[in-house]
C-alpha cells in the first residue's frame, strides 16, 4: 500500500472515532485534553482556566461564550506541540515575560504543521504567537493586545514568524 493511501487511512479512521467533548466550567481543562482522543473537538464552557496548558495531539479547543486560558504571568499560556490542532473563541491571556524563553500566549513549536488559531482574543502576553518550524498555518481575525505597560524593547511581537512557510496571516488585530 502506498504511503498516500496509508496517511489517508489513518486520516479517515481517526475522524471516524472523533467525538465532541464538553468542558464545563470547573473542571481542569488539561485533564480534559490529557483525556480527549486525537481527533476530538472540545468544546469549552465559559469561565477562568488557569494554568500553562500543553496540547499534545490532533484536536480542537473551540470556545463557547469566550472562555479565558491564563498563564498566571508564568511560561507560555497554551503550548502546541502536535500537527493538526485548532484554537478557536478562546480569550488567551498573561503569558510570562522572558525574551529568552520567548512566552507567548500560545507557542507553536517546531514540526506542529497546520495549526489553526481563529477568532481569539490574546491580552497581556509578551507575544501573542510564536510560531517556530510550523508550516501552513494560520492566524485568522483575532486580536492581539500585548502588555502596553513594558517598554517596547522589552515587549515581544503579536505574531513572531520563524523559519515557517505557508502561514496565511488574515484579518488580525494587532497592537
Known amino acids: 500500500m502506498s504511503k498516500f493511501l496509508l496517511l489517508l487511512l489513518a486520516a479517515v479512521l481517526a475522524s471516524a472515532h472523533a467525538a465532541t467533548v464538553r468542558v464545563p466550567a470547573g473542571t481542569s481543562l488539561q485533564q480534559a485534553i490529557r483525556s480527549a482522543k486525537p481527533g476530538d473537538v472540545l468544546e469549552i464552557e465559559r469561565a477562568l482556566y ?6 499534545d495531539k490532533p484536536l480542537t479547543l473551540r470556545g463557547l461564550n469566550r472562555p479565558t486560558l491564563s498563564g498566571a ?7 502546541i506541540t502536535a500537527t493538526d490542532v485548532t484554537i478557536e473563541g478562546l480569550i488567551v491571556r498573561d503569558s510570562g515575560d522572558s525574551l529568552k524563553d520567548q512566552n507567548a500566549g500560545i507557542y507553536i513549536v517546531p514540526g506542529a504543521h497546520r495549526a489553526v488559531v481563529r477568532h481569539c482574543d490574546f491580552t497581556y502576553t509578551l507575544f501573542g504567537l510564536w510560531i517556530e518550524k510550523a ?38 488585530d494587532i497592537s
Open 73 to 79: 504571568q508564568k511560561g507560555d499560556t497554551l503550548r
Open 50 to 55: 488557569t494554568g500553562n496548558f500543553l496540547v
Open 135 to 172: 508550516n501552513d498555518v494560520r492566524i485568522e481575525h483575532n486580536r492581539i493586545t500585548g502588555k502596553r505597560d513594558y517598554a517596547s524593547p522589552q515587549r515581544g511581537n503579536g505574531v513572531q514568524l520563524y523559519n515557517t512557510t505557508g502561514a496565511r496571516i488574515v484579518g488580525n
